[in-house]
């Protein structure tokens, strides 16, 4: 690709990610804080003092695994760990935001694109793949960067792998949450359900212990695809995240092996892969239509 004859691009580009970005604030600044189907009223969500979109889960331990028996598909020793306080990403990464980020890390000369998909530079991973039919993130060529789709800007990003979220993470200073405290952003550690050395064990869902259903998640291919990030806000988390039962998977820093733990299900998942203690892992190079990720950030 030549880039001798972009004069005017760097500030095009600029452009861009600044329109982009702002576009993205409005829409998920205006969100529905009342959702959640908890037996006890949950607290009012610890909004970043200067990003909206970002909830702070406070430091405290969180019991982790299949307890109460039937809340998950792994058992762990110690069952109780604790946890420092960090923010959350309210939402998962969307489409906009990611093609922010693309347009800004090809004109830093981070990433590269072959006409198919998106790599690493300084590692040669495949970060994103744009060559499927589902991918809704487009080069073009006019421009000499990357858009989201018309139609689907406020959808998740899928077909990143976990070097592609990772990377997206470490450019604006975040970064992935570890699977430990993922988990207590979805459960959280209410004890109406029993304790465990203390610690209250709290809700086998995201959005407390109701069965899932098509008002607080998609899953189970009920719609056939991924909703924009700010949907079901009757299905937010104790803390006040959106979605993290069905819509995408997630990717987590988390390591098992050589794979990476990915979490919450997504669209294409039965109810019992959205439990907050289900825990699944991929090879961490894959990409799937069904797969994103959110953020998190030390306070």
Known sequence: MNHSSRISRPLLSALVCV???LAWLLASCDSDDSGG???LPPPQ???HPADCTLVLVPAGPVVLGNVPEG???YQVTPEVV???SFYLERYEVSNLRYAAYLAAALDSGLVEYDGQNVYQVSTGKLLLRTAAAESRLQYVDSLDTFV???GYENLPVALVSWYGAQAFAEFYGRRLPTEVEWEKAARGTVDLFGK???VGVGYPYPWGDQAPNAQLANFDSGLGGLEVVQSYPQGMSWYGAFNMGGNAWEWTATANGSSRVRRGGSYLSSAEMLLTAARFFSDPAITDK???FRCAMDP
């Open 196 to 198: 465990v050395d203390g």
């Open 45 to 47: 969500p610890l909004v």
């Open 148 to 150: 989201a789709e018309a």
């Open 82 to 84: 604790p946890v420092d």
């Open 71 to 73: 809340w998950g598909n």
């Open 290 to 292: 069904a797969i994103g």
């Open 37 to 39: 189907t908890f037996a």
């Open 19 to 21: 329109l982009l970005a």
